[in-house]
């Protein structure tokens, strides 16, 4: 599987920025896919998950209310809305990959997550 994120860019606080993650190469449906903020100098962490597409959403809780995580199964592509972006919000996202089949998994640290895009820059201007 191969994931390749996309949609990030410069925006002014107050801003929305909707952040694409198409996977190919491999079986898509067996995976939940996470999105992960890094900021410079600072850990990857986890700002939201879906699991396969069934309904379930996973948020941050500083992050909760503003992001918005969907998948569209004719796309293979993940999507991560997020709504009144704030300067903190700033960093390279990266969408990564889990196997489903996990029977506990974290969405707020990358151990479980097995493969991941490059990531995408997302800069909040005050």
């Known amino acids: 599987l191969r994931l390749v994120e996309s949609g990030g860019g410069l925006v002014q606080a107050g801003g929305t920025l909707t952040l694409s993650c198409v996977g190919s190469?491999?079986?898509?449906?067996?995976?939940?896919i996470g999105w992960f903020r890094q900021a410079p100098g600072k850990d990857r962490e986890g700002v939201s998950c879906e699991t396969n597409g069934d309904g379930r959403t996973y948020y941050a809780d500083s992050k909760e209310g503003r992001l918005t995580v969907s998948r569209d199964w004719s796309k293979s592509t993940v999507y991560l809305k997020m709504t009144n972006l704030q300067p903190d919000d700033s960093g390279v996202y990266y969408c990564?990959?889990?196997?489903?089949?996990?029977?506990?998994?974290?969405?707020?640290?990358?151990?479980?997550?097995?493969?991941w895009g490059q990531g995408t820059q997302v800069t909040v201007s005050s």
């Open positions: 190469g491999g079986p898509w449906d067996y995976y939940n």
């Open positions: 990564a990959a889990v196997d489903r089949r996990l029977p506990r998994w974290d969405c707020s640290t990358t151990t479980d997550f097995i493969v």
